[in-house]
């Protein structure tokens, strides 16, 4: 039984920067992966990048380079630099354990031209 928290997210011009966070709390065992996903107007949710508990990183294409994953423990970090318009969409952050995933709410990044 886990439960998410997510914070930051919202407004920012192109090149801009902003970090987001996410903790989990709740019980479950160590090995587990975090990660972001995100999901823009008429698109469907898509992976930005996850961490295991171990450190191993997988991250979609487009956000190498710009997108640095983190973890301290339970809780992950997602710091965006160089922020593009085609960026802007709601990231979520998800915990999988034993082929389960749960979700976090939702927080909203929008980049400006």
């Known amino acids: 039984q886990v439960h998410l928290v997510e914070s930051g997210g919202g407004l920012v011009q192109a090149g801009g920067s902003l970090r987001l966070s996410c903790a989990a709390s709740?019980?479950?065992?160590?090995?587990?992966?975090m990660g972001w996903y995100r999901q823009a107007p008429g698109k469907q949710r898509g992976l930005v990048a996850t961490i295991t508990s171990s450190g191993t990183i997988n991250s979609e294409d487009s956000v190498k380079g710009r997108f640095i994953i983190s973890r301290d423990k339970n809780t992950v970090y997602l710091q965006m630099n160089s922020l593009k318009p085609e960026d802007t969409a709601v990231y979520y952050c998800?915990?999988?354990?034993?082929?389960?995933?749960?979700w976090g709410q939702g927080t909203q990044v929008t980049v400006s031209s």
């Open positions: 709740g019980n479950f065992f160590s090995l587990n992966t």
């Open positions: 998800a915990f999988s354990q034993f082929g389960r995933t749960v």
